[in-house]
């Protein structure tokens, strides 16, 4: 772990992280799959940088929100302190911020349709900023939800990289709340295999341990590390 201009560890340190990291490593023991396949995303959104800085002085470097202009509030202070910062946007984005997401994220997760495409594309060619994509699948297909449904994933995926230059690295999936999450995490995997994806964003608080089962290599965890919303 890199060496940190930061105060040691206090007695607030959290235990929520302690927790989920012996989770995530009996489940890759469980999966016979190294830990390092496996990248635990923390989640901080609606928490400050308050809440945030203990979780980054045990040790944890990658970090997940859902909006950019609340990231945009609070991680540029926290990135200029604290060094090996990875910050991944899990969340909606529209066209309009692809400039301010591209320019402040390491990664996004919720790559989902042909004009956030073109607006990422622009940015990352002006930039020079290359953040993972992970293109987000609405695997229950639930009419409120954000994703590309599973019949129109090899299309979109495709497109993405014919059409619009994308490298497009993994897949992400929210399951729907009231479904066991199982079926969705196959078919996820099942999905990026053939498109020769790596990468798998799936498993949230609730069920990383299934997720890491069935290959995720991304786990997004927010309330088992911060506490309650
Ligand atoms: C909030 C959020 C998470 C984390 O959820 P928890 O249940 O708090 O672990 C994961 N993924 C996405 C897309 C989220 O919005």
Redesign the pocket.
């Known amino acids: 772990m890199a060496v940190d201009n930061v105060p040691p560890l206090t007695s607030d340190s959290p235990s929520g992280l302690a927790a989920v990291e012996l989770e995530i490593s009996r489940a890759c023991r469980d999966a016979r799959r190294e830990r390092a396949s496996v990248t635990l ?1 923390a ?1 901080s ?1 609606t928490f400050d940088g308050g809440a945030i800085e203990p979780v980054i002085h045990a040790g944890q470097r990658v970090f ?1 929100e ?1 909006r950019v202009q609340e990231a945009k509030s609070k991680w540029p202070a926290l990135i200029e302190k604290h060094q090996g910062l990875a910050l991944h946007l ?2 909606p984005l529209q066209s309009n911020k692809a400039k301010e997401a591209v320019a402040l994220f390491d990664a996004i ?2 790559v989902d349709r042909a004009s956030l495409c073109e607006a990422l594309a622009k940015e990352i060619v002006k930039q020079d900023r290359h953040p993972e994509l992970f293109v987000q699948l609405n695997t229950g297909e639930e009419p409120q939800k954000a994703g590309i449904a599973p019949a129109d994933a090899d299309a979109f995926i495709a497109s993405c990289r014919d059409v619009y230059g994308l490298q497009i690295s993994g897949l ?1 999936c ?1 399951p729907p709340v009231e479904d066991p999450p199982a079926p969705h995490f196959a078919l996820t995997a099942k999905i990026a295999a053939r498109n020769g994806l790596k990468l798998l964003s799936m498993g ?3 069920d990383f341990e299934t997720a890491i089962q069935l290959g995720a290599t991304h786990v ?7 506490g309650k ?1």
Do not use: E, L, P, Q
């Open positions: 995303v989640v959104k997940g859902n899990i969340g997760h919720s992400m929210i949230m608080s609730a997004r965890i927010g309330s088992a590390i911060f919303r």
